[in-house]
């Protein structure tokens, strides 16, 4: 399956402050990955779905203007969190679109990064 | 739209026991079910895909099997280890555009 890393593993930042996430997909070209967000103890939310060379498409209730996405190539997909609050606090992860061996397709995820907005 | 539920939220057995953790999905229009296994603070890994057209999938000592008209799926894990302790998320994918639903996962924890 697909390698997928993400940088940074963890950051803290003061609040107002933007934090780019940059998720790369290190050993397949990826035209389609995807954003997630966990807060503890809680599913995996979808935020967003990311194309290589458009615009992202948001899921129903994230506001695109604060979760900023970039595809602007085949193995990397940033996410930047602009003017970050407390509540913004959360593990983000990302996963990349891609094939199994048997043709099905298939999520490969990265190892997250945790957010903390003092 | 698909709600996933994962029942109950944490787990304790003792090692060696065989269980069974249990998914349920609303919409039985799935393209595929995976489960996952993540540990504290890591990303996903994950453990089986079972297709929409397959009744059960195996790897090891894991064995998942997907019923579409019930809604559900479970995990079984033979002979636990303490290493087997994680949470256990599934995920049901709906349609080719691949989007997952996820369940809150099930807390394991299996001690020596």
């Known amino acids: 399956g697909a390698v997928v890393s993400q940088h940074p593993s963890w950051v803290i930042c003061k609040s107002g402050t933007s934090v780019k996430i940059e998720c790369r997909s290190l050993?397949?070209?990826?035209?389609?990955m995807f954003w997630y967000r966990q807060f503890p103890k809680q599913s995996l939310m979808l935020m967003a779905t990311s194309n290589e060379g458009s615009k992202a498409t948001y899921e129903q209730g994230v506001e695109k203007d604060k979760f900023l996405i970039n595809h602007a190539s085949l193995t990397l997909s940033t996410l930047t969190v602009t003017s970050a609050h407390p509540e913004d606090s959360s593990f983000y992860i990302c996963?990349?679109?891609?094939?199994?061996?048997?043709?099905?397709?298939?999520?490969?995820f990265g190892p997250g990064t945790r957010l903390t907005v003092l | 739209k698909q709600e996933v539920t994962q029942i109950p939220a944490a787990l304790s057995v003792p090692e060696g026991e065989n269980l069974v953790l249990n998914c349920s999905f609303t919409?039985?229009?799935?393209?595929?079910l995976q489960w996952f296994r993540q540990d504290p603070g890591k990303g996903l890994t994950s453990l089986l895909l079972i297709q929409s057209s397959q009744r059960e999938q195996t790897s090891g000592r894991l064995n998942a099997s997907l019923d579409k008209s019930s809604g559900r799926s479970t995990l079984y894990i033979a002979a636990s280890q303490p290493g087997d302790s994680a949470t256990y998320l599934c995920?049901?994918?709906?349609?080719?555009?691949?989007?997952?639903?996820f369940g809150k996962g099930i807390t394991l924890s299996v001690r020596p």
């Open positions: 996963s990349v679109l891609g094939r199994t061996q048997g043709g099905t397709d298939t999520q490969y």
């Open positions: 995920a049901a994918s709906t349609g080719a555009n691949s989007k997952l639903t």
């Open positions: 050993d397949f070209q990826a035209t389609t």
């Open positions: 919409d039985s229009a799935i393209y595929n």
